[in-house]
Nanobody, 119 residues
Framework: QVSLVESGGGLVQAGGSLRLSCAASGRTDRIAVVAWFRQAPGKERELVASIQWSGSGTYYKDSVKGRFTISKDNPKNTLYVQMNSLKPEDTAVYYC????????????WGQGTQVTVSS
């Protein structure tokens, strides 16, 4: 069993920065890929960025490229996303997620943390 707990959300002005953290616990050796998703009111949940748990390959949604940086600290079992130059359209609940080895879906989710960017 793997559990994920996010932290670091909050209210920030447009142009500001936030760093979200996601602490993983349990059988972290079973994790293949970790990611950040977000869901804005009235919109579907979308993949923002992902990174291989045991490697360095990354993916970014086009709208966050150059502004967001996903990273991890494996000894601390922690995932991060540094969000710079934030825009009001980045306002959403941000979730970290993990896909376990052998799985095809994102099958472990955190509880979410609210990020609000004011204009």
């Amino acid at each position: 069993q793997v559990s994920l707990v996010e932290s670091g959300g909050g209210l920030v002005q447009a142009g500001g920065s936030l760093r979200l953290s996601c602490a993983a616990s349990g059988r972290t050796d079973r994790i293949a890929v970790v990611a950040w998703f977000r869901q804005a009111p009235g919109k579907e949940r979308e993949l923002v960025a992902s990174i291989q748990w045991s490697g360095s390959g990354t993916y970014y949604k086009d709208s966050v490229k150059g502004r967001f940086t996903i990273s991890k600290d494996n000894p601390k079992n922690t995932l991060y996303v540094q969000m710079n130059s934030l825009k009001p359209e980045d306002t959403a609940v941000y979730y970290c997620a993990a896909r376990l080895r052998g799985a095809v879906d994102w099958n472990v989710w955190g509880q979410g943390t609210q990020v609000t960017v004011s204009s």
